[in-house]
């Protein structure tokens, strides 16, 4: 059965603190890690990562991905109070030549305080 | 462009009843996804289809049929609606290789 763990499943910070949210995956036929950050309503797209050791960036925020080890993180330096959501991640899986089905992690809390 | 939209946004049932959320796309996306998210929970694939006229099932499929009889729209039925499914409803879509946008999601209480 295919799975996808994030930690920790909540966290409180400050503003200006740096946050490292984690997710590790077991699943058949990997094709991509996928960020996604979720406020009220819809998760909204942070990152796609497929290759190993090559950080995506945008803004503040960053990611890798670590193919051998099954693991994923996503950085968040300076962070603000409209940083506070649920991060999720979820992998890719199957799926033929071009599109995947997300397999999801149950999600960070992250809370940001002035 | 609206994107992804789905409608109701809000909906109570009582049980044994049945509807139908409906979703729709503009962006003439071949994949659609219909995810189910419960309280404290990640997504749940429940149905997924890759064009018109093939759909087929994800991992919570039981209770629920859809179909897709246009690359527009791509509606998810509750036949005999249950406590259980209780929970808020999400569809996406998706071009090829890149990565799925969702709608604003249909949160369903069944009483």
């Known amino acids: 059965e295919d799975k996808v763990v994030q930690s920790p499943l909540s966290l409180v910070v400050h503003e200006g603190d740096t946050v490292t949210l984690n997710c590790s995956y077991e699943v058949t036929n990997f094709r991509s890690l996928l960020w996604y950050k979720q406020e009220k309503k819809a998760p909204t797209f942070l990152f796609m990562l497929?290759?190993?050791?090559i950080e995506k960036k945008s803004g503040r925020l960053s990611s890798i991905l670590d193919k051998k080890e099954l693991f994923s993180i996503l950085n968040i330096t300076a962070t603000q109070t409209g940083d506070s959501a649920i991060y999720l991640c979820?992998?890719?899986?199957?799926?033929?030549?071009?599109?995947?089905?997300?397999?999801f992690g149950q999600g960070t809390i992250l809370t940001v305080h002035p | 462009n609206a994107g992804v939209t789905q409608t109701p946004k809000f909906r109570i049932l009582k049980i044994g009843q049945s509807m139908t959320l409906q979703c729709t796309q503009d962006m003439n996306h071949n994949y659609m996804y219909w995810y189910r998210q419960d309280p404290g929970m990640g997504l749940k694939l429940i149905y997924y289809s890759v064009g018109a006229g093939i759909t087929d099932k994800g991992e919570v499929p039981n209770g629920y049929n859809v179909s897709r009889s246009t690359t527009e729209d791509f509606p998810l039925r509750l036949e005999l609606a249950a406590p259980s499914q209780t929970s808020v409803y999400f569809c996406a879509s998706n071009p090829p290789n890149q990565p799925q946008h969702f709608g604003d999601g249909t949160r369903l209480s069944i009483l």
């Open positions: 497929t290759s190993s050791g």
């Open positions: 979820a992998a890719s899986v199957g799926g033929g030549t071009s599109y995947g089905k997300l397999t």
